[in-house]
């Protein structure tokens, strides 16, 4: 389902006439498509048409009547709040670290360089690197080993006429709590290899989360990590609200350390 939702009303000169305090809010969203089945390069493609009507009204504006009025309105719109999945297949950008910026996956893990990457991907500068490289018979971009600081991720040509800013806060909620989960049964196992490198140290490491899961039976609603029957993980935004919020999880964590 594709939503739209207004964020805020500006003066010419600048002003905050209004501005929605929840924007993020299912109550301000109001959907304009909803295109059934899984995400996937060719279903996306009809992004691009919405796309390019986002970018024909920010052109042209809006006309709006208030009372006998008719006032026109400059419209500004961002294509935020894709999932990842979503936003590496219209951007292009599957082989990326980031959707954002230029960094790699090496730098993403050197701490000393959090804070010091700028947002700067664009639309244009996809275009570029497409033009730049040209594509193959599938009308993927070329690549070839080791060509990162010629292609940068980039894979496809990207499926929109607006840039995408896409920052997902649930999915951001997600992966937070999937990494303070592991850290947390890994450590209850003594396991401190990330990574199951070998058959052993994945026996011990689910045993230590089968056990913190049973400690968080005691807290209602905490249900971390389980397999639904009808797919994916038990693990959804209000557990993980839950998980994070809880006073008890945060001053008696469930492995007690």
């Known amino acids: 389902m594709y939503m739209i939702s207004a964020v805020e009303v500006v003066?010419?000169?600048?002003?905050?006439?209004?501005?929605?305090?929840?924007?993020?809010?299912?109550?301000?969203?109001?959907?304009?498509?909803?295109?059934?089945?899984?995400?996937?390069?060719?279903?996306?493609?009809?992004?691009?048409?919405?796309?390019?009507?986002?970018?024909?009204?920010?052109?042209?504006?809006?006309?709006?009547?208030?009372?006998?009025?008719?006032?026109?309105?400059?419209?500004?719109?961002?294509?935020?709040?894709?999932?990842?999945?979503?936003?590496?297949?219209?951007?292009?950008?599957?082989?990326?670290?980031?959707?954002?910026?230029?960094?790699?996956?090496?730098?993403?893990?050197?701490?000393?360089?959090?804070?010091?990457?700028?947002?700067?991907?664009?639309?244009?500068?996809?275009?570029a690197i497409v033009s730049k490289i040209g594509l193959n018979k599938n009308g993927d971009v070329i690549n070839r080993q080791g060509d990162r600081e010629r292609r940068y991720g980039v894979m496809r040509p990207p499926s929109t006429a607006k840039t995408l800013v896409s920052i997902a806060p649930l999915h951001m909620l997600l992966r937070t709590t999937d990494f303070v989960w592991k850290l947390s049964y890994h450590e209850e196992s003594a396991v401190v290899?990330?990574?199951?490198?070998?058959?052993?140290?994945?026996?011990?490491?689910?045993?230590?989360?089968?056990?913190?899961?049973?400690?968080?039976k005691e807290r209602p609603g905490i249900r971390i990590d389980y397999v639904n029957p009808e797919g994916g993980k038990s693990t959804t935004g209000n557990v993980c609200w839950r998980f994070l919020g809880d006073p008890g999880v945060k001053e008696n964590p469930p492995n007690d350390r």
């Open 11 to 127: 003066s010419p000169e600048g002003a905050v006439i209004w501005a929605d305090p929840h924007p993020a809010s299912a109550n301000s969203q109001r959907p304009f498509a909803l295109q059934l089945g899984k995400e996937s390069i060719d279903s996306l493609k009809v992004f691009k048409e919405f796309s390019q009507q986002m970018v024909n009204i920010e052109k042209s504006g809006l006309t709006v009547r208030i009372g006998c009025v008719n006032v026109s309105v400059k419209v500004t719109i961002h294509i935020t709040m894709l999932d990842r999945k979503a936003a590496d297949l219209i951007s292009g950008l599957g082989g990326a670290y980031c959707d954002l910026c230029w960094a790699s996956t090496k730098e993403g893990n050197e701490l000393e360089k959090v804070g010091s990457w700028r947002v700067e991907r664009t639309l244009e500068n996809t275009l």
């Open 193 to 216: 290899i990330w990574g199951k490198t070998n058959q052993r140290h994945g026996w011990i490491a689910d045993a230590g989360r089968l056990r913190l899961q049973e400690e968080l």
